[in-house]
């Protein structure tokens, strides 16, 4: 019996469905177990000031600056050296008009100083006196007190991506724990009669499953990721394999991604699968997308479940140009790319302009179906001077080594029927 796509949906259609998902709740997360690229679910509020105190930026004096107009090599201002501060402890005097005190990078500056003159611009002269061979600004290498935090006003807004540098100024402000947002549980299930894991010798006929781990290889940077093994195409043992993918071990999937049998072969059940569980809506089944049209999405309760394609580049396709942006998007990335996209603050975890690309020229013509979104697969060329090469590499969506021998996709919108040689594009370049 043929069947036809049902739901067919430009990829703009499809990522604003999958906009109208929320972000997942927030959960409290210690700093050393926190998740790379954790997104904060509350705006935090420093407790107190950051710096607690003046504190020297270099290896040198304290002064005060007016002390130091004027000065040059041919011009010295010599000042008399009180003291030496340690750096832990605070100074217990005051810097007068013409005095000095040595200073370590981060001792606190006494009272009555107002900049630092690096070591490298003085010079003994004397007993305690130093000889000063340039001027210095107020506030010259000196740390402000609170200028990193100041008590009672916001460290961090919600939407933040904790990186290491985050991470620094929680650490040096005693925050040891913090509201994010949760990332993911992802449940992943290949189908397909042909099937064998990857530890067995597939007979005549069989193939091994790459599948399975190539797509939680992608996924694991972004969410938590549970695999369960090989469904076969047959209705009753896939339904049951996609019941357990939904239930999880013993947690539901907030996700599940289920590859092959979703296309309109006679031997593609996923779709009656997923309508055989009740409470289920088929949000598409076919995109206009190259590769990767075969699409299904549906939501099953609470879970959103992808029905990929079975051909190893259009699953691994359409997991960069859309399941690894949902995955970060549900972690809280659309509310940190809102903070920093282009549009007026209205940049999303789909925004393409805030992943990770290299600008390059194309080596050659492409052809492209107006009508549909293609992702041409691409290597970097970089052998003659300029901007690089984006040389599309040609092969079937079942071929490994398309995928092997290219650093991303370039992108052909579907108002367009190919790009010529010589185009500028943008390079969306792989995880690597």
């Known amino acids: 019996m043929q069947k036809d796509f049902l739901h067919v949906l430009s990829v703009e259609d499809v990522v604003s469905r999958l906009l109208a998902c929320p972000p997942l709740a927030c959960e409290t997360k210690r700093l050393d177990a926190l998740p790379r690229g954790s997104v904060l679910a509350e705006t935090l509020l420093s407790g107190e000031d950051l710096p607690p105190a003046d504190r020297s930026?270099?290896?040198?004096?304290?002064?005060?600056?007016?002390?130091?107009?004027?000065?040059?090599?041919?011009?010295?201002?010599?000042?008399?050296?009180?003291?030496?501060?340690?750096?832990?402890?605070?100074?217990?005097?005051?810097?007068?008009?013409?005095?000095?005190?040595?200073?370590?990078?981060?001792?606190?500056?006494?009272?009555?100083?107002?900049?630092?003159?690096?070591?490298?611009?003085?010079?003994?002269?004397?007993?305690?006196?130093?000889?000063?061979?340039?001027?210095?600004?107020?506030?010259?290498?000196?740390?402000?007190?609170?200028?990193?935090?100041?008590?009672?006003?916001?460290?961090?807004?919600?939407?933040?991506?904790?990186?290491?540098?985050?991470?620094?100024?929680?650490?040096?402000?005693?925050?040891?724990?913090?509201?994010?947002?949760?990332?993911?549980?992802?449940?992943?299930?290949?189908?397909?009669?042909?099937?064998?894991?990857?530890?067995?010798?597939?007979?005549?006929?069989?193939?091994?499953?790459?599948?399975?781990?190539?797509?939680?290889?992608?996924?694991?940077?972004?969410?938590?990721?549970?695999?369960?093994?090989?469904?076969?195409?047959?209705?009753?043992?896939?339904?049951?394999?996609?019941?357990?993918?939904?239930?999880?071990d013993g947690t539901p999937a907030d996700v599940v991604f289920l590859s092959g049998g979703s296309s309109i072969g006679v031997r593609d059940l996923t779709l009656e699968a997923l309508q055989s569980l009740g409470d289920t809506e088929i949000l598409c089944h076919g995109v206009a997308l190259s590769p990767g049209k075969p699409l299904i999405l549906a939501r099953c309760g609470k879970t959103l479940v992808w029905g990929l394609p079975g051909q190893v580049a259009s699953a691994q396709v359409v997991m960069h140009v859309l399941g690894v942006p949902f995955l970060r998007h549900l972690a809280g990335h659309s509310l940190a790319a809102s903070r920093s996209g282009e549009d007026n603050g209205r940049g999303h975890a789909f925004d393409q302009r805030l992943w990770a690309s290299r600008q390059a020229v194309l080596s050659r013509n492409i052809a492209s179906r107006q009508g549909r979104e293609d992702y041409i697969r691409v290597r970097l060329d970089a052998s003659t001077p300029g901007t690089p090469q984006a040389v599309p590499v040609p092969g079937l969506s079942g071929l490994l080594r398309t995928l092997l021998d290219s650093q991303g996709v370039v992108r052909i919108p579907a108002r367009l029927e190919g790009l010529e040689a010589g185009t500028p594009v943008d390079v969306l370049l792989f995880d690597s």
């Not at 832990?88 to 013409?98: A, I, M, N, V, Y």
């Not at 740390?143 to 620094?168: F, I, N, S, Y």
């Open 57 to 248: 930026g270099m290896d040198g004096y304290a002064v005060q600056a007016a002390d130091l107009f004027g000065a040059s090599e041919t011009n010295p201002v010599w000042l008399d050296r009180i003291g030496e501060i340690a750096i832990d402890r605070p100074p217990d005097f005051t810097l007068q008009s013409g005095q000095c005190a040595a200073i370590v990078t981060g001792g606190y500056l006494p009272e009555g100083a107002d900049a630092v003159i690096m070591v490298e611009h003085t010079k003994p002269f004397g007993a305690d006196v130093i000889e000063m061979r340039r001027s210095v600004a107020p506030g010259e290498y000196v740390m402000r007190r609170g200028e990193d935090a100041k008590a009672g006003h916001p460290l961090l807004p919600a939407g933040t991506v904790l990186r290491a540098q985050e991470t620094g100024l929680l650490a040096a402000l005693g925050i040891t724990e913090v509201p994010v947002i949760r990332r993911p549980r992802v449940s992943i299930l290949s189908t397909g009669d042909e099937l064998v894991a990857p530890e067995a010798t597939p007979c005549p006929g069989h193939i091994r499953d790459v599948n399975t781990l190539a797509l939680s290889a992608m996924i694991r940077p972004h969410a938590e990721v549970t695999a369960f093994g090989i469904a076969p195409d047959r209705l009753e043992p896939l339904t049951a394999a996609l019941k357990a993918a939904l239930t999880g």
